[in-house]
């Protein structure tokens, strides 16, 4: 039979008895710590989102539309303009390029339906917050093709105003078209449309989205009421615009004053700032709670080791609890 008697027996069990027990609780603690490492700095990386609106004064901005949409019909058929609240009148055409094509929906885009309200998270727009230019393509609109390309960016002041693609001769009290009503075709596929600074991988409400009618004299109408944005995080700053959207359709039988077949882009701005910030405590103040809270843990761990022990003795008794603490017998013990 084993017993503990045996002095080869006696030093085996010493030995894994001590450094099980040790070992293991070093592991564990390690691993507790590292966990709390990772868990923490996470934390901290995401911080805390806040959300504050303030008024917006900043009135004579101005700032850009980005735009790119398809419409069903050749170019030389279409006629782009922005008219805003002071009567200021722009001609779209100047700053956008028109390229022949042929229509055609893209497979995920949303078709005639209404739109989802879109909120990005920050993540997303810091992901997404990549600026870019539109490529420059050389203006075609005579290639004859059925539909057209428009996209570029227009500037614009920051007051209400009014984007719109209509069709030659069928608006501004300019009635005498060339263009037959049986030609016109005002199905569109929006793949951008926002304001500010351009960031193509953030997603707006209108972005991707198309419509279709079989109808010639169709207006389609959308207000944009945009809200100035700006999201911080680490230092970085992103000052864009969310905008929420309504929507009005109207199918007419014929041209006229009035009854002016196109697409309507009415925007507004709200007169208040919202600011979504990531707020999270200093870096220096983060390693100071972080050495806290592991050094706590240590201490804390090394109470219970301690209190693991001494229920052990209370339990199975010394002999047993402190078998791996006794020192090795040596030459000079004896012989048992
Ligand atoms: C306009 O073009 C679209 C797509 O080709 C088509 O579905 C629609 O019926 C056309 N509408 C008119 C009024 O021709």
């Not at 782009?80 to 022949?100: K, M, P």
């Not at 007169?271 to 201490?299: A, H, S």
């Amino acid at each position: 039979m084993y017993t503990n008697n045996s002095p080869t027996a006696k030093v085996d069990n010493q030995h894994a008895v001590r450094s099980s027990r040790g070992g293991l609780s070093t592991i564990l603690l390690l691993f507790v710590v590292l966990f709390i490492i990772y868990v923490e700095i996470g934390d901290w990386i995401d911080g805390a989102v806040y959300k504050t609106f303030s008024v917006d004064n900043s009135f004579s901005d101005t700032l850009q539309i980005n735009l790119d949409i398809l419409v069903a019909m050749p170019c030389n058929y279409i006629h782009t303009n922005v008219l805003d609240l002071t009567r200021d009148r722009t001609l779209a055409a100047d700053y956008l390029t028109y390229e022949g094509m042929n229509f055609f929906v893209p497979p995920n885009y949303l078709l005639n339906s209404q739109h989802d309200i879109v909120t990005p998270d920050m993540d997303q727009v810091m992901r997404e917050s990549l600026r870019a230019e539109f490529r420059a393509g050389a203006s075609d609109p005579h290639s004859g093709a059925p539909a057209c390309h428009i996209y570029g960016i227009i500037p614009v002041t920051k007051v209400a105003g009014d984007f719109h693609i209509t069709a030659k001769g069928y608006a501004y009290r300019d009635f005498r078209s060339n263009i037959p009503q049986q030609a016109l075709n005002f199905s569109h596929v929006v793949t951008e449309l926002s304001f500010g600074e351009f960031f193509p991988y953030l997603q707006n409400p209108l972005d991707f989205t198309a419509k279709t009618t079989p109808n010639n004299v169709h207006s389609f109408q959308y207000y944009l009421s945009a809200v100035p944005t700006t999201y911080k995080r680490l230092g970085i700053e992103i000052d864009t615009y969310q905008y929420a959207i309504t929507e009005q359709e109207k199918v007419f039988d014929s041209a006229g004053f009035g009854r002016v077949p196109g697409i309507f882009f009415k925007y507004d701005f709200e007169p208040i700032k919202l600011q979504i910030e990531d707020k999270r405590i200093e870096f220096t103040n983060f390693v100071v709670r972080l050495v806290t809270v592991c050094g706590g843990l240590i201490i804390c761990f090394g109470w219970l080791y301690k209190g693991v022990d001494k229920l052990l003795v209370l339990v199975f008794g010394k002999k047993f609890a402190f078998r791996g603490q006794e020192k090795a017998p040596t030459f000079l013990d004896g012989k048992e």
